[in-house]
């Protein structure tokens, strides 16, 4: 190997090491260690329905598609399941730095009435609601700042698209990520769950 990719290699390496130190013996080391994204969204839906009904919310599951009903694919997946009967779609992040939390592929385009954002921590987990409404109207509003906001695609297009549709992109974009500063506070009309 390379002696410049073998340097970059071991920074990358003790970065992963770190974050590791974090949650070794700890509550939730096991949900951390979960290496597929798509075992850990699922694991962290029903984790969620758990403790949500456990809370006191009423929890449904979203209705099963009846027999030889032909879904289309984009909105087979549009939310995950059902909060006091509205459609809410679930964000996971677990990258706990103490810095921020990242959710991942925010979808304004599907289907779903309230986002909720699970954070999982070492020793605990949190949850946030809310609506698409109010988080459309918090993206309007840090559009023009330098952080918060990412858009798919990188930064190059996230100006171009900028450009393009100034405070109206989060109607124009089919693909978000959020980075949340720990300092920074929830966006207006959020409300913790738990």
């Known amino acids: 190997m390379d002696k410049d990719v073998s340097e970059i290699m071991k920074i990358y390496k003790k970065k992963d090491e770190e974050a590791k130190k ?7 080391e096991w949900f951390y260690s979960i290496s597929s ?10 984790i969620a329905k758990d ?6 919310f ?11 009903e032909k879904v289309d694919k984009k909105s087979k997946s549009d939310y995950d399941f059902l909060l006091n009967k509205k459609k809410v779609e679930l964000k996971l992040s677990c990258d ?36 698409k409404e109010d988080f459309k109207k918090y993206c309007k509003k840090v559009c ?21 549709y100034g405070k109206n992109l989060f109607d124009h974009y089919d693909l978000f990520h959020w980075v ?15």
């Not at 075992?39 to 839906?45: D, I, L, M, T, Y």
């Not at 403790?51 to 006191?56: A, E, F, Q, R, T």
């Not at 921020?100 to 289907?111: A, E, K, N, V």
């Open 37 to 46: 994204p798509k075992r850990k969204g699922s694991c962290a839906e029903k």
């Open 144 to 164: 023009d700042d330098k952080h918060s906001i990412i858009y798919a695609g990188g930064k190059k297009k996230m100006g171009i698209l900028k450009e393009r």
């Open 51 to 56: 403790i949500l009904l456990k809370s006191g």
């Open 180 to 194: 949340k500063k720990t300092n920074e506070s929830w966006p207006k009309g959020t409300k913790k769950l738990i």
């Open 58 to 68: 009423d929890v449904e599951n979203k209705p099963k598609k009846k027999k030889g």
């Open 96 to 131: 706990y730095m103490g810095k921020s939390s990242t959710f991942f592929q925010i979808r304004p385009w599907q289907d779903y009435e309230y986002l909720v954002f699970m954070i999982v921590e070492p020793e605990d987990v949190t949850m946030y609601s809310i609506t």
């Open 22 to 28: 974090d949650w070794l013996g700890t509550t939730n």
